[in-house]
């Protein structure tokens, strides 16, 4: 959606020592109608949206006509910035609301009437403001929370989504705003917190943000340095990125910069928080992290859906997989998904689960990013039970269900649940790290448990890659301690072209990994887990041509259709390959990175003699290669 900001005037009822005005008065005759001709060639260049800010836009007499001409222009939101004090007054908000404003972006200072007070250095102004806010929500209009950061307001902000909960509920989304220095702050050295202390802050309100399941975002006018959030992909995912620019009078790189991965999408830091407080201490990036670059060449697809059955399932319809929400708490070296792409409504997400339900799909899978993420997973979970859905499905990394004292699992136990997917591509912290960039290997095992103690069924994704290759049986011999319950799914790394990935470094050729595989397989079988492969995210079986006695034995044959899946390929070698039936050919962007030269056709004698010599047991069993 497209947005132009209209500053109405340029003075407020507050004095908040961090915001800079322009002294401005308002709009008088001539000033309304430019303003207004302004909106109309916005609006005929295909703006939708439109921000009222000052100042206080409340303040302005005309407002509401303001409100009312912008929306016969056809502006389909229109959006206040406001501290709210005059909202409860005089029937302001439900003047507005009937004149066509949407949204509010209401300024929230602290929790405490106290903190609230001494940052709009006014006396009573927090309580007014809460009423204004309570107006607004009363009158119809959408608001979302936001808090400056400054100094004193870093004391409270942990404690603003608890807050939020219990005394604003129909607030959903916060928006946090680090502040700059201004010509009202020199002078001033309270408002303008350290780097380090903003953040713990921005971690602090990310995690808390979650635990209370309100939709966070950061803005980044200021352009904080990437590294402040490094290793808290939630947190960078929140990161709102603004247009680059050069920055070269108002932020600083440091040497150890030049060698960051982020380095050309990282503005540096703050010259105001330098002079203010000294260099703060930088913590380059090893990769860029991936949720602050889009790089797909195509839209990414939302809603998914496939006819590929499983064997010895009772799935007789189309599965559908719901991307719920688009940011991740991790940020895994293989994956695919872009977090920047725009996200479903709710309104779509429910929409998708009826046309589901209406279509006959016997599975819908919820996936992200990292769906744990949304606040309405469960109501989605629940719905879909309600609509007849028979599985209801998340994919997840388990890291919030294992991080809540077990309230979500409880959740989504309760709506009707009945599996999730989790990934889990290390047991070892350091491994877990470099491949996820987040997290723990236990917190995602505590997650699994809780899961599998509100019985529903849990299987676990390990994406093999270079960086978990030789560390596969040791996965496969923890699963069996702390959670044999589970079953196992062994995936290849999907290469998708479009994203920043250094695919080279990251995937492994696909008989390059088989060996491994087997190892990890014969650990599973020894400890009766039970597993399998991922169909098309697995590998083509002419990888398996030297083990073909482990191919049969571990039962790890698809049917396909002996046409090549979408995104793949069969390659020259693949005419006349015994083993046709059961490949979805090559993917094309695996091609384009590794050739084709090691897949070989298999002939007919070898592969029918290890048939011959297999007796599959079922998926779990030790099979012959003990």
């Not at 009772?314 to 792409?341: E, H, K, W, Y």
């Not at 609509?387 to 209801?392: F, N, T």
Request: include cysteine; proline fraction near 5%.
């Amino acid at each position: 959606m497209k947005t132009t900001t209209l500053r109405v005037n340029g003075v407020c009822n507050a004095a908040c020592g961090f915001c800079e005005l322009s002294g401005a008065a308002g709009l008088d005759d001539g000033a309304f109608e430019q303003a207004l001709g302004r909106l109309q060639a916005d609006r005929e260049s295909g703006v939708t949206e439109l921000r009222l800010s000052g100042g206080e836009p409340l303040l302005e007499p005309r407002l509401p006509e303001l409100v009312a001409r912008a929306r016969r222009m056809g502006f389909a939101r229109v959006t206040l910035e406001t501290n709210g004090i005059l909202a409860a007054g005089d029937g302001l908000a439900a003047r507005l609301a009937d004149a066509g404003v949407t949204d509010a972006l209401w300024a929230l200072n602290g929790v405490s009437e106290a903190a609230g007070d001494r940052a709009f250095a006014v006396a009573g102004a927090h309580v007014q403001a809460l009423e204004g806010a309570r107006a607004l929500i009363a009158a119809g209009i959408a608001v979302t929370a936001r808090t400056p950061l400054s100094r004193p307001a870093l004391e409270e902000v942990a404690q603003v989504p608890g807050w939020l909960r219990a005394t604003l509920p129909e607030v959903q989304q916060w928006w946090l705003r680090p502040i700059t220095r201004s010509p009202r702050a020199e002078g001033d050295p309270v408002l303008l917190p350290s780097l380090e202390a903003l953040e713990g802050a921005l971690r602090a309100a990310a995690r808390e943000a979650r635990l209370h399941d309100l939709a966070l975002h950061i803005e980044d006018e200021l352009g904080l340095p990437l590294c402040l959030l490094k290793g808290d992909a939630h947190a960078l995912g929140s990161l709102g990125r603004h247009p680059r620019r050069d920055r070269g009078r108002t932020h600083r790189h440091l040497d150890p910069c030049d060698g960051c991965a982020a380095r050309s999408e990282c503005p540096g830091q703050p010259e105001a928080y330098i002079e203010q407080h000294g260099v703060w201490a930088v913590r380059p990036f090893e990769r860029a992290p991936r949720a602050l670059v889009a790089r797909r060449s195509r839209p990414e697809e939302l809603v998914v859906y496939d006819r590929t059955f499983e064997a010895g399932t009772a799935l007789s319809g189309p599965q559908v997989t719901i991307r719920v929400v688009m940011p991740c708490n991790q940020d895994c070296t293989f994956c695919f998904v872009d977090r920047t792409s725009p996200g479903l409504s709710d309104a779509a997400v429910f929409s998708a689960i009826d046309e589901a339900a209406g279509r006959g799909a016997s599975r819908v899978s919820f996936s992200g990013g990292e769906p744990t993420l949304h606040r309405r997973l469960a109501d989605f979970v629940a719905h879909a039970t309600e609509r007849g859905l028979g599985e209801r499905e998340i994919q997840t990394n388990a890291l919030l269900l294992g991080s809540d004292g077990g309230a979500l699992a409880d959740r989504l136990a309760e709506a009707g649940l009945t599996q999730a997917v989790v990934s889990l591509h290390a047991v070892d912290p350091e491994r877990y790290l470099r491949i996820t960039g987040a997290g723990t290997p236990e917190t995602a095992l505590l997650g699994i448990r809780r899961l599998l103690d509100r019985g529903i069924r849990v299987e676990l994704n390990v994406v093999h890659n270079r960086d978990n290759l030789d560390h596969l049986s040791a996965v496969m011999a923890t699963v069996a301690a702390r959670v044999p319950e589970a079953r196992v799914l062994l995936s290849v790394t999907y290469i998708v072209d479009g994203l920043p990935r250094d695919w080279e470094q990251v995937a492994v050729r696909y008989t390059d990994a088989v060996p491994h595989l087997v190892s990890a397989m014969r650990t599973a079988a020894r400890h009766g887990l039970t597993y399998r492969m991922a169909g098309r995210c697995g590998t083509p079986p002419c990888a398996w041509r030297d083990d073909l006695d482990a191919l049969f034995s571990f039962a790890l044959l698809d049917v396909a259709s002996e046409e090549a899946d979408r995104g793949h390929r069969y390659v020259e070698a693949c005419d006349g390959c015994a083993a046709k039936a059961h490949c979805y050919g090559v993917n094309l962007a695996y091609l384009e990175h590794f050739g084709e030269a090691e897949f070989q056709a298999i002939a007919a004698d070898p592969w029918h003699a290890a048939a011959a010599r297999a007796t599959p047991a079922p998926l779990g069993d030790e099979g012959a290669l003990r």
